[in-house]
Antibody
Framework: QVQLVESGGGVAQAGRSLRLSCAAS????????THWVRQAPGKGLEWVAV????????YYGDSVKGRFTVSKDDSKNTVFLQMDSLRADDTAVYYC?????????????WGQGTLVTVSS | EVVLTQSPGTLSLSPGERATLSCRAS???????LAWYQQKLGQAPRFLMF???SRATGIPVRFSGSGSGTDFTLTISTLEPEDFAVYYC?????????FGQGTKVEIK
């Protein structure tokens, strides 16, 4: 069955960096894009970034553009989210999700999330 | 950039009742790229609907979607106890993915 498992969350000081991982299994990794979506405590969902299945395209939400970088390692079926220059408002649960359909438009399977806390 | 506004913020209903959730876009959008998700407390979101009106695999028939242009609706025909959750609409367009702020369906 499709599984996405995030890791790498924790506590980081403002201005520092953190790298999240999303390990995928149960499907042909090379056929699907991968999104990152975050949810601040008690708030709604905010789309963060996506990487195309072949790595050819990467897009970011305005609030993280220039600070976060998404990448992938096909040999490990893993997607990464490098988060630099962290701010207090980056505190959230970060989910990775499989992108499906044209333009990876829908997010059809989600991981359980990893909590990132940025202390000031 | 498209903004999605969901209403109401909270819907208080009893099991067995009908739930109607609205998602309004700030400009006309393609229904092909309008999706819905369900999130229960402490859990990851679950994919419900795509193309505004097509159910994802395994989603019960009591869930239906409709709409076009700027106005979209998710309807739960008869609420089951497991349907009380927060629901989000989501749109893809111009290399951006946007979520609405969510509608909470709570037990009355």
């Amino acid at each position: 069955q499709v599984q996405l498992v995030e890791s790498g969350g924790g506590v980081a000081q403002a201005g520092r960096s953190l790298r999240l991982s999303c390990a995928a299994s149960g499907f042909t990794f090379s056929r699907y894009g991968t999104h990152w979506v975050r949810q601040a405590p008690g708030k709604g969902l905010e789309w963060v970034a996506v990487i195309w299945n072949d790595g050819s395209n990467r897009y970011y939400g305005d609030s993280v553009k220039g600070r976060f970088t998404v990448s992938k390692d096909d040999s490990k079926n893993t997607v990464f989210l490098q988060m630099d220059s962290l701010r207090a408002d980056d505190t959230a649960v970060y989910y990775c999700a499989r992108g499906a359909g044209n333009w990876h438009a829908v997010l059809d399977f989600w991981g359980q999330g990893t909590l990132v806390t940025v202390s000031s | 950039e498209v903004v999605l506004t969901q209403s109401p913020g909270t819907l208080s209903l009893s099991p067995g009742e009908r739930a109607t959730l609205s998602c309004r876009a700030s400009q006309s959008i393609s229904s092909s790229y309008l999706a819905w998700y369900q999130q229960k407390l402490g859990q990851a979101p679950r994919f419900l609907m795509f193309g505004a009106s097509s159910r994802a695999t395994g989603i019960p028939v009591r869930f239906s979607g409709s709409g076009s242009g700027t106005d979209f609706t998710l309807t739960i025909s008869t609420l089951e106890p497991e349907d009380f959750a927060v629901y989000y609409c989501q749109y893809y367009g111009d290399s951006l993915w946007t979520f609405g702020q969510g509608t909470k369906v709570e037990i009355k």
